[in-house]
């Protein structure tokens, strides 16, 4: 056919062989494998317990077969099926590609990995957009990557749905799944191959777990599971020390340890109240009606416990605890008990724990609270060496009551108090003090020792103390008293205890020169010495300043000052008193009438305005 037809016919068969082979080159056109398919498709969970969001790793061979090219922007389905939990949307972000063959670019490297380019979810179905499979910086490479054919063993892409992809693992435990499998797997095809292949995959396994990790006695272990056969009204809990066959009884020889009940998506919710049968702890073991145990995957350690008899307690009081669970025969000493993290210097009851573990009721641990220890709560640990428990102790100080609720100076007051060193005493002056407030300066109640009875209980009368710098209302009207006895324990009072405030009120504020004025005065000294016949009084002196007395009052300036600290008097100002703020001072006479307790006579100074003269002008007007 040597003509020019057929010369440009061969010319043409020759560019289209050339150009195809170069397609097939390039990887734009693939062959494909005779009875290829998707391939084999190998599905793995991790993790692998039910109802947890797992990552599933889909890993698709082609076998001898090799597999199908999917080019960029093709899509690759996955189904799972009805026991999985798939969200209504999944990012990109959240489910990656990789493939061991790519082609379709210059200079693509394979095994990257990558984001899915788009997703799509339809119910179970999962549609992934394939993207360039080498989408990186890499300098040699161009043009989209596509996941290539394979002809041979080896070839493999692998799609990711890490946990962001929020997958649920079925909600109970199943066996692991094969390509015959339905409901409890998934299935793979993709856009160069509609036949959906079904994955094998790993077991799901059901789970128990418990918390806290450690507890003493009389606590409640909360044992949870999942993955367990559906329904179950009573499924028992038993603590073993091993962790590789359930075991039939209990910790403690007993039949089971606890129980719980199990729904119908198989999630079990049970407890143990630990007691002295559970001391051993060990491994948990959930059992369903089916007779399927699961273990815990961490052992259970029942600690040591301390339980004082009263949680609060008093500086030099005895503490008495009841120990469980502790080393038998171990050593307790005073050092390895602490409180608010200050060892004892000794301990008063047992010092060596019984065979059992566990102290006895007629032989508890014991020990004395340091008189050291503030008020507030404090930690309290207890070790042999081996165990520790701790407990809170709330300390508080030992009261002293002080009736009346309030008084002045000079009047007679009670004060007493309980739990204080049987038949021992308060020393005189140091052993029941006063203070005002925060202030440091403090003034001595009692003038002689107080003693205190076999039942550790006190009573003392006495005037209330009358040193201005301690009681005065200047310092504070809020009086506490402290009482230390022989035997280093404290008391003190509460806030409810006030000193009367001294006040003096004028009436009027504001006098003209001659004018009277009344002065009504409260808290000031009463009479408490009945060897004078003075009585208790104040009087009123006027001055230029404060304090000051340079203006002579007219007529009768003391007055008398009554029972419950209260008076009133009238004075006159003088004539000759000229304008402005005047100063009226109030002093009563406590160092006559206070008796050894008074240092000083109380005053106490308010101010008074005298005003400008005004001249009149009578008639206003005249006319002549």
Known sequence: MNTKVGTSFGLALLMAIAAIATMFATGLFTPKPTHAAIGVV?????????????QYTIAVTGGSAGITAIPVGGTITVTFGSKFTVPSTIATSAVKLKATVVSGGTGGIAGRLNDAEAITVSGRAVTIT??????????????DQAIAASTSVGATFTVIFTQAAGIVNPKVKQAAQTSSSTTGTLTVKSSTDTT?????LTEITAFTKFTPTTAARAATLTVTGGGFNATCADCKIRLNPQADTAPTTGAGGVAFNGSGTIDADGVFAGSILLSSG?????YVWITDKAGFSKVSSTAFTQKAGATPRSTSSKPGSTVTVDLVDYTAAATMTAGNTTVAGTALSALTGMTTVPSSGSSSSLAPFKFVLPTTVGEGVHKVSISDGTKAAVFDLTVTLRSVTVTPASAVPGQAITLSGDGYTKNGTLAATTGLVMKAGTVSTTAAVNSAAVSIDSTGSWSYSTIFPILEATSGSGV???????????GSLVGVSDTAFKR????????PTTINPGEAVTVTVAGFTVDSDTTDTTGAEFTVTLGTTSGASDITLTGTSAFPIGADGTGTGTVTVPTTVTAGTRYVTVTDNALTVGGSTATTNNSKTVSVTVPKGVITVSPSSVST
């Not at 009367?500 to 009436?507: D, E, G, N, P, Q």
Request: without cysteine.
């Open 42 to 54: 190998t599905t793995t969970v991790t993790p692998a317990t039910a109802k947890s969001t797992g």
């Open 130 to 143: 394939v993207p360039d499979m080498d989408d990186t910086t890499n300098a040699t490479a161009y043009g």
């Open 196 to 200: 959906a292949i079904t994955s094998s």
């Open 278 to 282: 559970t001391k051993a702890g060990g």
């Open 476 to 486: 504070s009207s809020t009086i506490v008293f402290t009482a230390t006895d022989s």
């Open 500 to 507: 009367t405030a001294k006040s003096v009120t004028l009436s």
